[in-house]
């Protein structure tokens, strides 16, 4: 029998246990939560076991909650087992005073990039990272732009008046 | 059969400028000569960064011949070109590196702001994007559209060549375009 969410979510919570929590299969695809500092732990783990094997890294970004309070930048990984063709998502939740997380750039090198184009737009601070600076915004920017606080529009911008053009 | 010879007799000619001749001389103003050489030889450097540019190719290609105005050399380098075309969306962080092509083109030299995201930010009123290259280079003609036609880009070039062939060779030297290159930054 072929690998399946329900085998996956089985082995997750034998190895992890009760630090998983909030699991549910959006369209088949199986997210869960973890603390922010076992975030490498559980990756290792699903990327050395034989049965999990999920050995590519397809998305490295975040979200910004500003309702869930101290917990509201959420850092969200999915992985896919490409022998098997199956997907994974996996979220942790850190708080945007102090938003920390560990880098997963020695396990997977693809998060490299991503992880400065995160921390580029939502301030999340990767630790152990080779170089984090920003990578698509202009360099002398001080602010994460992606934040719910911030507006899309341009700042600088005096002759549009908010009326006329909807903003 | 052979196809039968045809000759092209309906070629269009720039006039003469208006001048004194004689016998194997002909003599007018400098300026006019000068206007006249410089607006039927405009070599263009295209800066394409998205649609536009691919309204520019399709102005350069046969159907919307842009060749036939005297801008066939297309230079890929701003050593050789006069005119700086900038087509397509200018982020933020290409401002500098725009700026740093039109410093490198030599006097004289002339911008053609090609659709709405050169001329003013276009669509994309957002924070990464440049609202306007005149932000950081001065510009001569705006071409609006989204994206222009290639008729619409071909008017943009027909009028900056109006601006080209009436323009004094002393203006590079003047106060005002000292204090336009001033407001600028740009020595």
């Known amino acids: ?167 | 059969m052979p196809r039968p010879v045809q000759y092209n007799t309906k070629v269009k000619m720039v006039e003469i400028p208006e001048g004194y001749s004689g016998e194997g001389f002909f003599s007018t103003a400098f300026d006019k000569i000068i206007g006249l050489g410089r607006e039927n030889s405009l070599w263009p450097l295209p800066f394409a960064t998205s649609c536009c540019g691919i309204e520019f190719m399709a102005t350069m290609g046969s159907h919307y011949d842009l060749g036939r105005f005297g801008a066939e050399r297309m230079g890929f380098t701003p050593r050789q070109c006069d005119v700086l075309l900038v087509a397509g969306t200018i982020a933020k962080k290409m401002g500098p590196i725009l700026r740093q092509v039109y410093l490198q083109m030599a006097e004289p030299r002339w911008v053609i702001a090609i659709g709405a995201c050169a001329s003013s930010g276009g669509i994309f009123d957002s924070y990464p994007v440049l609202q306007g290259i005149d932000q950081v280079i001065p510009v001569d003609v705006y071409v609006p559209g989204c994206p222009p036609r290639p008729e619409g880009i071909i008017d943009g070039i027909l009028k900056l060549q109006d601006l080209v062939h009436h323009e004094s060779t002393r203006r590079r030297h003047s106060p005002v375009y000292k204090e336009l290159m001033e407001s600028y930054g740009i020595q």
């Open chain 1, 1 to 167: 029998m072929g690998l399946t969410n329900e085998i996956i979510q089985l082995a997750l919570t034998e190895k992890f246990g009760e630090q998983l929590t909030e699991w549910e299969a959006q369209y088949g695809l199986l997210t869960f939560t973890a603390p922010a500092d076992m975030n490498l732990k559980v990756m290792q783990f699903l990327y050395d076991d034989e049965q999990m094997r999920f050995r590519f890294l397809t998305d490295l970004t975040a979200v910004h909650y500003p309702e869930r309070k101290g917990e509201e930048i959420s850092v969200v990984y999915h992985l896919h087992n490409l022998v098997d063709n199956i997907r994974l998502r996996f979220k942790v939740y850190v708080p945007v005073e102090k938003p920390d997380v560990f880098t997963v750039t020695q396990r997977f090198s693809a998060a490299n990039w991503m992880e400065r184009e995160t921390y580029d737009f939502f301030g999340v601070n990767f630790i152990g990272h080779p170089n984090l600076i920003r990578i698509l915004n202009v360099d002398e920017m001080d602010y994460f732009p992606m934040r719910k606080e911030y507006e899309m529009e341009d700042p600088t911008r005096r002759d549009k008046d908010n009326e006329m053009f909807g903003r």
